[in-house]
């Protein structure tokens, strides 16, 4: 029988090595019509064309360095409530977009047209529309893959990279997707569900949003009921009875929060965010030209200590793993105690880690 750790493991163990295998846009400024309320103060919504997209951008701060925020799956420009006003505090400006396939932005029908070059296209267009030439990088889970892409495609068009929870160690020599097939055969692995045929994944999410996104919501230690699915083969049924339902709501989680997470996949579903992860051999496919290629700009790099991500690894292991494609790593900030959801688990935290980094790099107000 698996334990509660090993399901957790299931959602994420395949990120870090999926850094290892992933690795002329122009668009007007759209309408500045509000596409809903205010969910959080001082954050206003409108619409841009970016790379071919109608998209939703939730931004905050009239002036500064633009911020560039990626959010990761399955989450929302909502990910980053906490440093979008902590940043804009500050004197920057702050941009979060629903990305592609998410909230109310576009969600192509293709599915080639999720693959990391449709990605980092989406951000440099961002910047486009906005009419800026460069901006602060930052993402994610999901949204940390778009943005160490982004800045190896782009790097004329960012100043500095703060990547949280997926670390990068280059591109590696196989695809992972028949790594991951050799090594979890018949049993359950999220990402290879995700990758069958017949869209059995969305449909499962689809069915039941909050059912998926309170059981993944949560810290290390939070108490879970019993799973409905305790067998690991893929053939006793989908991903959701596998995790096991929560017993309460994490601190750092408020009921509205969760169901503001959850109107958005209502809204949208969850067919766009799948998608990402059906372009992984593509995207290793399509990278090839980034072998050997280094991230250039000044990089931070954020994860809590307990996140299963990063697999137990402490700051001297990541650090020395990431020095060896990232030329100017300026750290590795792990928080105790903290898992996956960092930046909304401990919010002062990173948002002060943030602040330190682009102050030491100047790039302040």
Do not use: C
Not at 281 to 310: C, M, Q, S, Y
Request: glycine content about 10%; aromatic content about 10%.
């Amino acid at each position: 029988m698996q334990s509660i750790n090993d399901l957790l493991r299931v959602f994420v163990a395949g990120l870090f090595s999926l850094l290892l295998v992933l690795m002329p846009v122009y668009a007007q400024q759209g309408s500045n019509n509000m596409s809903d309320s205010e969910p959080v103060d001082g954050v206003t919504f409108r619409f841009i064309e970016a790379n071919g997209l109608n998209m939703r951008i939730a931004e905050i701060g009239d002036s500064g360095p633009l911020v560039l925020m990626a959010h990761g799956w399955p989450e929302s420009w909502y990910s980053w409530r906490h440093q979008m006003q902590a940043l804009a505090v500050a004197g920057y400006r702050v941009v979060a977009p629903d990305m592609r396939g998410y909230g109310e932005t576009d969600a192509p029908a293709d599915v080639d047209d999720y693959d990391i070059v449709h990605l980092a296209g989406d951000m440099v267009g961002v910047l486009d529309a906005l009419g800026e030439e460069t901006a602060i990088m930052v993402g994610h889970d999901w949204g940390s893959i778009v943005a160490w892409n982004t800045v190896l495609m782009h790097p004329e068009r960012f100043t500095a990279l703060i990547a949280m929870s997926v670390p990068y160690g280059g591109r590696a020599a196989q695809s992972p997707l028949e790594s991951w097939k050799a090594a979890f055969g018949d049993n359950f692995y999220y990402i290879l569900y995700h990758n069958e045929p017949g869209g059995v994944a969305e449909k499962e999410y689809d069915s039941d949003p909050r059912g998926l996104l309170s059981g993944l919501y949560l810290s290390p230690d939070s108490p879970r009921q019993p799973r409905t699915i305790t067998d690991p083969k893929r053939s006793a049924g989908g991903w959701i009875g596998r995790l096991g339902a929560p017993i309460g709501m994490p601190d750092w989680l408020l009921k509205e929060d969760l169901d503001y997470i959850v109107s958005q996949f209502e809204n949208a579903g969850f067919r766009g965010g799948v998608n990402y992860y059906r372009n992984f051999h593509r995207n290793w496919e399509i990278t090839a030209h980034l072998e050997g290629v280094k991230v250039r700009v000044p990089t931070l790099f954020i994860a809590g200590a307990k996140d299963v991500v990063i697999g137990g690894a402490g700051q001297e292991q990541l650090t020395r793993s990431m020095s060896r494609v990232v030329e100017d790593l300026h750290g590795v900030v792990l928080i105790p105690e903290v898992g996956h959801w960092v930046q909304q688990e401990a919010p002062e935290e990173v948002s002060q880690a943030m602040l330190d980094f682009l102050n030491e790099v100047q790039l302040t107000p």
